[in-house]
Each structure stands twice: as structure tokens, then as C-alpha cells.
């Protein structure tokens, strides 16, 4: 997979079974005998089979498959995914972000992360409403032929709409980021604005507002 800068695309990077059959001493002639004649069939079946050139061999997956993960886990992946870039967004540090990556994601360095986020960053961009906020997914999570685990969606927040693409690769029996990308869009029709408010200033200026559940650039309206 390659690279994509405007979208904010960060991909990079790169499982025989053997029976045993247990033979007990067989005394009497006829059991020899048959056993015998089992082994050398067995043995004549597979010199055919070698001849002919067929292999038996586990087919693998043509394509993707359904991933068996539930609900939860759908929350916590693209929870803890893009709430770790709204945090290195915000302080400029992408250091955790890349730690949290499978090692294919963390061939990018955590400088070369800033730059493929710089757009975001310099928007201000505020994704902390998807702590609270439920994913819809339009691609439901599904496993690669790669084996790694794939998902798309939003979060219906506004007044912009949070989409976002994660990628994650099994290491150590864990999902590991490898992917991700994410960009926002106007969502559907937004709230009626209620009246302004006056807000008590100080010398300082009025008090910052609280957590909010809509997601848009800071210092512009909402």
C-alpha cells in the first residue's frame, strides 16, 4: 500500500499440521497382515498423487473475510486509534502515536508523521467529541488477505462529520495501527443555534467553554 498526503494516509511495511499415527503390537497374523496392507496403500496413494502433481493443501481465503470482533471492540480500536492523533495534533508530538503503531507504521518517524498531519494540526482540529460519540461504520470490520483487520466510518458529529479508514496488523496477539486515515466533512443539517448568552468577562477574558460534542476548527463558530 503507498501513501496518500491528502487524505492523510499512513501505510507502510510489509501461518503445518502432521499427524501421527500410533501403530500397538498386533499379534495375531491376519492383523499384521492387514496392517501391512494399510500402510502400502497409504504409501501407493501418495506416490500417485505425487505423480500426478496434486498437493493437498489448505485452501486459503480468496478474499476478505467477516473479522470476529464484537461491538466493544470496534469502540476501543478506533476509539484509542484516533483519539491518540487528536492528541498528537494538538501538541505537535507524535512520538506516542508511532509507538502505538505495528512496526510497518512505525517505519514513518515521528517527525515525518507531523508532516503528513500538518494540515490538520495548522485547521486546529478538535476530534475529542469520538470519546462520546458512537462510529458508524460503512465498512464493516472485515480481515484482509494480509490477514489485517479493516474498518471504515464516521462519527456523526457537527457541525463537521468525522470519516475515518484504520488498518491494524496482529502483533503479539494484540491490533496494531498500520493504517489510518482520517478527514472531516460537513454532516447533515445542523441544530438550531440557541440565543447568545452573556457570559461574565475578566480582565482575562471569558472563561473557556467546556468539552463539547461537535467537532470544527477552534475560534470559528459552530
Do not use: C
Not at 502433481?53 to 486509534?81: F, M
Not at 478527514?183 to 471569558?206: F, I, L, R
Amino acid at each position: 500500500m503507498g501513501r496518500r498526503h491528502g487524505g492523510n494516509i499512513v501505510v507502510s511495511g510489509h501461518h503445518d499440521t502432521s499427524r501421527r499415527t500410533d501403530w500397538r503390537p498386533i499379534r495375531t497374523g491376519s492383523a499384521v497382515l492387514f496392517s501391512i496392507a494399510a500402510l502400502s496403500l497409504t504409501v501407493n496413494l501418495a506416490s500417485a498423487q505425487a505423480k500426478d502433481g496434486r498437493h493437498v493443501e489448505q485452501k486459503k481465503p480468496a478474499g476478505p473475510q467477516p473479522a470476529n470482533i464484537d461491538r466493544n471492540g470496534v469502540l476501543i480500536l478506533t476509539r484509542s486509534a484516533l483519539l491518540a492523533l487528536d492528541q498528537a495534533n494538538k501538541t505537535g508530538n507524535y512520538t506516542v502515536l508511532r509507538d502505538l503503531g505495528a512496526p510497518g507504521f512505525q517505519t514513518n518517524s515521528a517527525a515525518r508523521l507531523g508532516e503528513i498531519f500538518a494540515t490538520q494540526r495548522q485547521q486546529q482540529l478538535d476530534f475529542a467529541a469520538i470519546a462520546v460519540l458512537e462510529p458508524q461504520l460503512t465498512l464493516l470490520p472485515q480481515i484482509e488477505a494480509s490477514g489485517m483487520l479493516h474498518m471504515a466510518g464516521f462519527f456523526p458529529s457537527v457541525p463537521l462529520q468525522v470519516n475515518f479508514e484504520l488498518l491494524f496488523a496482529p502483533v503479539d496477539q494484540q491490533w496494531k495501527i498500520f493504517g489510518v486515515s482520517v478527514n472531516v466533512a460537513k454532516s447533515g443539517p445542523a441544530a438550531p443555534v440557541s440565543p447568545k448568552q452573556e457570559v461574565e468577562t475578566t480582565k482575562d477574558g471569558p472563561p473557556p467553554k467546556g468539552p463539547s460534542v461537535s467537532v470544527a476548527p477552534k475560534g470559528k463558530p459552530q
